[in-house]
């Protein structure tokens, strides 16, 4: 069964810190592996998309890197904000229709 | 602006009243998307399209419906509703192609008392 695991679960960190989150997963056929960050209550939003030749993509603040062979992924944030506290969904796609959700890590970041 | 529009974003019923939550998107994609969100379980798939007449079932299609008569617009259906699904609802949409980014509607909470 196609599966996506993330840690950790839930995370806590100081302003201005940096932190990395994990993704592993045993998703096959593999199409891309995407990162969303979801503030509370509201829709996913889209931070990088990854297909099996990348295996580094930036958004701003936020570096995805991606192990194709060893299935596993990582967000790193850098110099963390306030409004990065959120929950980060990796998403794995066989193809477009077909998505295989983690269950996220909750960050929050303190003051 | 490109978005995805759901409505509406609070709902409160009662079991076995029939609603619809409607989903529309401006942007001309031919994919579209409903999830469900529940605490620990994660976004889980109910149905989606590929184009206009073309749906099929996701992860969790039981006890919803849904129709796609034109490009823009996806509603959910609850015929019967239930308690249990009681749940975070997102309507999703997408371009064609596997590495297209999926936009997410605001999400609409659903109670079922």
């Known amino acids: 069964k196609n599966q996506v695991e993330q840690s950790p679960q839930s995370l806590i960190i100081l302003e201005g810190k940096n932190c990395t989150l994990q993704?592993?997963?045993?998703?096959?056929?593999?199409?891309?592996l995407r990162w969303y960050k979801q503030d509370t209550g509201r829709g996913p939003v889209s931070l990088t998309i990854?297909?099996?030749?990348?295996n580094t993509k930036s958004n701003g603040r936020y570096t995805a890197t991606l192990d194709a062979d060893t299935k596993q992924s990582s967000l790193h944030i850098t110099a963390s904000q306030l409004s990065d506290s959120a929950s980060y969904i990796c998403v794995v796609s066989e193809g477009y229709s077909t998505l295989t959700f983690g269950k996220g890590t909750m960050l929050l970041v303190s003051p | 602006e490109a978005q995805v529009t759901q409505n509406p974003r609070y709902l409160i019923t009662v079991t076995g009243k029939k609603l619809t939550v409607t989903c529309s998107q401006n942007m001309n994609h031919e994919y579209m998307s409903w999830y469900r969100q529940d605490p620990g379980l994660g976004l889980r798939q109910i149905y989606y399209?590929?184009?206009?007449?073309?749906?099929d079932k996701g992860d969790v299609p039981e006890g919803y419906k849904v129709s796609r008569k034109e490009k823009r617009n996806f509603p959910l259906i609850l015929e019967s509703p239930s308690p249990n699904q009681t749940s975070l609802y997102f309507c999703a949409s997408s371009a064609t192609g596997s590495n297209e980014k999926l936009f997410f509607g605001s999400g609409t909470q659903l109670s079922v008392l």
């Open positions: 993704c592993n997963y045993t998703v096959s056929p593999f199409s891309n």
């Open positions: 990854m297909t099996f030749s990348e």
């Open positions: 399209s590929m184009n206009v007449e073309v749906t």
